[in-house]
């Protein structure tokens, strides 16, 4: 999956446009990505994500970086061998991008 465009609420995967948030896999995108606490990411969030059993999460945290991802988060993943990437949505899509030749999933807050 190629991310091949980003603005404030919108994404473009592949040729189609999203305008939630979304969790993208090697194979799928998952849209309509919602937080228990909408501006916070916490582990029981990322269920999906931890079946998969990733090598690599790349985390956007909005336009702006609004989105907490607290340090129990970061933990658990880091305890599960998860490499984890934190930065605001603009600059988490080039990493996501820019991961090659890994199990890589990434999961994007596209507003705020």
């Known amino acids: 999956m190629k991310i091949q465009k980003y603005d404030f609420g919108s994404i473009v995967i592949d040729g189609k446009t999203y305008t939630s948030d979304v969790i993208v896999f090697p194979d799928k995108v ?3 990505w919602w937080r ?5 990411l916490d582990i029981d969030d990322l269920d999906e994500v931890l079946e998969f ?3 690599v999460l790349v985390i ?5 970086g609004v989105m907490e991802v607290p340090e129990e988060t970061l933990r658990y993943l880091q305890m599960k061998n998860i490499e984890v990437h934190v930065a605001p949505t603009r600059e ?3 990493i996501f991008n820019g991961l090659r030749g890994k199990r890589v999933v990434g999961a994007f807050h596209l507003t705020c």
């Open 92 to 94: 988490a899509i080039k």
């Open 60 to 64: 956007g945290t909005g336009y702006s």
């Open 36 to 40: 228990k606490e909408g501006h916070r």
């Open 30 to 32: 998952r849209d309509h």
């Open 53 to 55: 059993k990733p090598e």
